[in-house]
């Protein structure tokens, strides 16, 4: 009598997203994330992106005192989800908690993540909603986003997040030409204001 096969243990959707992101091989000038229960492509952003990135990085690099440093494109790990926020503020890399594979940082370091929203419909969903709820979930303490495409262009600063209902519990929000300040952390008192943004728009 032939003994029973075995079934192959039964893989969940994170772990089999979680796979799937681990084999990519995608070509220079993408990245991919896992947020929420998908896979998410993207190309890196336009040249206005890379300047208001460029432009928050210096001014908060100056700002802030060690150990913490400013990180761009690196990956942030939460679980069997992965996050490459345009901006991070986390410890030096020999105070930083890496995952357990090394791939990226582990959520529990990150202070303060930034997106400079993309433009497009897809863009401005995962920034402002998607990646609010994600990172509210990871209990990220502050996220920062510029939003070129909101009105005449704004900068929402959420804090207070609550992990089990995947919300921002507190929220500024200033239209360019206005300066808004983070309200906590090791970026408490920095402030973004029109030589980030740029001016006020009409």
């Not at 996050?83 to 986390?90: E, H, N, T």
């Not at 992990?163 to 408490?188: C, D, F, H, N, S």
Request: charged residues 25%; glycine residues 8%; aromatic residues 6%.
């Amino acid at each position: 009598m032939n003994a029973p096969v075995a079934e192959p243990p039964e893989t969940s959707l994170a772990e089999a997203l979680w796979q799937a992101w681990n084999s990519l091989e995608l070509p220079e000038g993408y990245r991919a994330e896992i947020i929420e229960e998908s896979i998410e492509v993207s190309p890196t952003g336009r040249f206005r992106h890379a300047t208001i990135a460029n432009r928050l990085r210096r001014a908060l690099e100056g700002h802030l005192t060690a150990p913490q440093v400013v990180y761009t494109d690196v990956d942030v790990i939460h679980d069997l989800k992965v996050f490459v926020p345009d901006l991070v503020i986390a410890p030096d890399e020999e105070r930083a908690d890496q995952s357990a594979d090394g791939l990226g940082l582990d959520v529990s370091c990150v202070e303060l993540v930034v997106e400079v929203v993309s433009p497009g419909q897809a863009g401005t969903v995962r920034d402002r909603q998607r990646k609010r709820s994600a990172y509210a979930r990871a209990g990220i303490p502050v996220y920062v986003l510029i939003d070129d495409y909101d009105l005449h262009g704004t900068v929402t600063i959420l804090t207070s997040p609550s992990p089990t209902e995947a919300v921002y519990q507190a929220e500024l929000r200033v239209p360019y030409g206005r300066e808004a300040a983070v309200p906590e952390g090791p970026a408490k008192g920095f402030v973004i204001g029109a030589d980030i943004t740029g001016p006020a728009r009409g």
